[in-house]
């Protein structure tokens, strides 16, 4: 039996409207923690300004050195104040996140090499990688 998803946050930050949401990231969120920060591949913790509800933010991009139209992608997804405390600690390791993922829904906004952005709510876990 699927356990139900988790509640988090409010409608500015976690509100059903993706582009809303997106839209709200710049100005309705503060960032806590820099946990990992390359070039290509980052994580951090961020806070939404109307409730509090602690979010990750994973950017990724995959550079593959040919023209400069390399793939990036971002996920925002909640956390628990315990997860967040323990990606800050290091004791949730960044490349476990996805895991968490089962339980509730997260934002994906991915731009593919050639092809145009795309944005939208999803549910489950999903994998997590470095840049490469």
Same mark, same amino acid.
């Given at each position: 039996?699927?356990?139900?998803?988790?509640?988090?946050?409010?409608?500015?930050?976690?509100?059903?409207?993706?582009?809303?949401?997106?839209?709200?990231?710049?100005?309705?969120?503060?960032?806590?923690?820099?946990?990992?920060?390359?070039?290509?591949?980052?994580?951090?913790?961020?806070?939404?300004?109307?409730?509090?509800?602690?979010?990750?933010?994973?950017?990724?991009?995959?550079?593959?050195?040919? =023209? &400069?139209?390399?793939?990036?992608?971002?996920?925002?997804?909640?956390?628990?104040? +315990? #997860? @967040?405390?323990?990606?800050?600690?290091?004791?949730?390791?960044?490349?476990?996140?996805?895991?968490?993922?089962?339980?509730?829904?997260?934002?994906?906004?991915?731009?593919?090499? =050639? &092809?145009?952005?795309?944005?939208?709510?999803?549910?489950?876990?999903?994998?997590? +990688? #470095? @840049?490469?």
């Amino acid at each position: 039996m699927r356990r139900p998803m988790a509640e988090f946050g409010c409608a500015k930050c976690y509100g059903e409207d993706a582009q809303a949401v997106w839209r709200g990231q710049h100005d309705g969120f503060e960032r806590e923690a820099e946990v990992v920060d390359e070039s290509h591949f980052s994580v951090d913790v961020r806070r939404c300004r109307a409730c509090a509800q602690r979010f990750v933010w994973i950017f990724s991009e995959s550079v593959d050195w040919m =023209g &400069g139209d390399d793939a990036q992608y971002v996920t925002v997804m909640p956390l628990t104040a +315990a #997860e @967040a405390g323990g990606l800050v600690a290091g004791t949730l390791r960044p490349l476990d996140l996805g895991a968490l993922g089962r339980d509730r829904r997260h934002l994906d906004h991915d731009w593919p090499t =050639g &092809g145009p952005a795309g944005l939208r709510w999803n549910s489950g876990s999903f994998r997590v +990688a #470095e @840049a490469r």
